[in-house]
């Protein structure tokens, strides 16, 4: 098993800036992929910015040149630097980590909320 604890969402005034974390823990050989993933009511859960085992890094069009993901190896750790926020970056965000082949080695935090309102 494996366990994503999430910290850093908030409400925060347009152009401003969030640092979002996720440390994952447990039963851990090797991540294959780890990132983030926002929802807004009503829609689906979309990718925001992911790197891939081999540190390949992904961002969504929406949001490249304003966020910045990081990866600390040595704590099993995620960063998601969000600056530049806009209103519809206001979601919850989600840290996802892939540890091996199948859905059944997916494992998702708890979702943190990230406001962008004046």
Known sequence: QVQLVESGGGLVQPGGSLR?????SGTIRKI????WYRQTPGKERTDVALIVGNGFINYADSVKGRFTISRDNGKNTVYLDMNGLKPEDTAVYYCHVKVG???AN???GQG??????S
């Open 20 to 24: 979002l974390s996720c440390t994952a």
């Open 32 to 35: 294959l992929m780890i990132g």
């Open 101 to 103: 082949p199948g859905p």
């Open 106 to 108: 997916d494992y998702w």
């Open 112 to 117: 943190t909320q990230v406001t962008v309102s």
